[in-house]
């Protein structure tokens, strides 16, 4: 049983759990932009170069490419790089060594490498980022073979995804959401580690299935306030690992609802909705009562106008109207 004593934010636990994954263990290091002296863009490795040294915690010049190729490299030696892409858009400077080298070595060496290589950073749309930098980059990494993805919601999974990402012998890109480094929680003062293919139970319910992820989570609960007062009773399922899809948790949660509704921040055509649709449809069809429904954001680009952003992003009246529509 853990005791949740000590309270952090979710970029502090995300620190904590990159700190304790390079206490325990001399191979894990960390490369990308400003993340030694400047403790990073949004402080994650704030306090870590002068601890860890330099060569732990390596100030790389602004070329995705090169450090990301230099980071998989590392991996195929012997170590852990857990890889910073300031911002996830810049990530795709990087996409060739990405899908090429980290998803398919531990392959195309007919398994003479692993590649136990993390890439993280902030994405998703934030509050007047313009289009280059909200960015939702799932919808792109998700067709890489050999690649795992999960997104963190709350200080508590951060944490524990951050650890097992580190811990796995696979490549993990794990998704942060730049609005929501500044979440506080209690978490455990005792280690734990989370499963990177599990799903959590957000809130158990009988009418129906909501699955969500990252930000949309909180869409969703608020949502969710209003649709018990209306007299529903929502499940709400984060599925936290994008790739794969915990399918055990979602199946037993749609068997037990009948009905789908799937709420995400990725773009409509190609997202992850899409592959969850496809995935529900294929494995428990005959257990739905009506068509799955998929709230998306617009396929535009995020506009760097407040209010237009809004609009392209879903909100909690939408994901209320749609329950009320599937529930009919």
Not at 5 to 29: I, K, N, Q, S
Not at 34 to 55: E, F, I, Q, R
Request: proline share 5%; hydrophobic share 40%; net charge negative.
């Amino acid at each position: 049983m853990y005791i949740f004593r000590h309270e952090l934010l979710l970029f502090e636990a995300l620190r904590e759990g990159l700190e304790e994954e390079m206490d325990r263990d001399p191979t894990v290091c960390v490369m990308g932009e400003d993340v030694g002296h400047y403790g990073g863009s949004y402080k994650v490795t704030k306090g870590l170069a002068p601890k860890y040294g330099d060569l732990r915690v390596l100030d790389t010049p602004i070329a995705e490419n090169s450090f990301t190729g230099m980071g998989i490299g590392a991996a195929m030696t012997g170590l852990r790089p857990v890889i910073e892409g300031m911002n996830m858009g810049f990530l795709l400077l990087a996409f060739n060594q990405i899908s090429n080298n980290c998803g398919m070595l531990h392959y195309t060496s007919g398994g003479q490498f692993k590649i136990p290589v993390v890439i993280r950073g902030p994405g998703g749309v934030g509050r007047q980022l313009g289009a280059e930098h909200s960015q939702r980059l799932e919808s792109y990494f998700q067709s890489i073979p050999g690649i795992q993805m999960v997104a963190c919601s709350t200080p508590y999974n951060a944490k524990g995804l951050m650890k097992a990402a580190i811990r796995s012998d696979n490549p993990v890109i794990l998704f942060e959401h730049v609005l929501l480094y500044n979440l506080k929680e209690r978490i455990p003062d005792e280690e734990y580690v989370l499963n990177l293919e599990e799903a959590e139970m957000v809130r158990p319910g009988e009418h129906v299935t909501i699955l969500t992820y990252s930000r949309m989570r909180y869409h969703v609960m608020q949502a969710a306030k209003t649709l018990v007062n209306k007299g529903y009773d929502p499940e709400v399922i984060d599925i936290r690992s994008l790739k794969p899809f915990d399918l055990y948790t979602i199946g037993k949660s749609v068997k037990k609802t009948h009905r789908v509704l799937i709420v995400e921040e990725c773009m409509r055509t190609g997202g992850i909705g899409a592959s969850l649709t496809a995935a529900i449809t294929e494995n428990f069809h005959d257990y739905l009562d009506a068509p799955i429904v998929c709230l998306s954001s617009q396929d535009v680009p995020t506009p760097y106008a407040g209010t237009l952003e809004n609009w392209t992003v879903v909100q909690p009246p939408q994901i209320v109207t749609a329950v009320e529509q599937l529930c009919q």
